[in-house]
């Protein structure tokens, strides 16, 4: 993952909404780009945002992220 990548990792989340997808997209905005994350989800441009679907809490005290979705 380089910084120029952003372009290709929003198409593949957007276009095909894996896990795996918006994972990659969402590391590589907290990589590059924490100015998008409002403390609740990531602005991805043209209106669109990615917000984090976080499990229960587990034994650390952790709330782990399960999935991710596009609105």
Do not use: Q
């Amino acid at each position: 993952m380089t910084r120029y990548d952003y372009e290709e990792l929003r198409a593949a989340a957007i276009d095909n909404p894996t896990f795996e997808n918006m994972e990659a997209l969402a590391d590589w905005l907290r990589t590059y780009d924490m100015s998008s994350w409002n403390g609740e989800c990531f602005d991805i441009d043209d209106g669109l945002r990615l917000y984090p679907v976080y499990g229960d809490e587990d034994e650390d005290g952790c709330f782990p992220i399960i999935a991710y979705k596009i609105a």
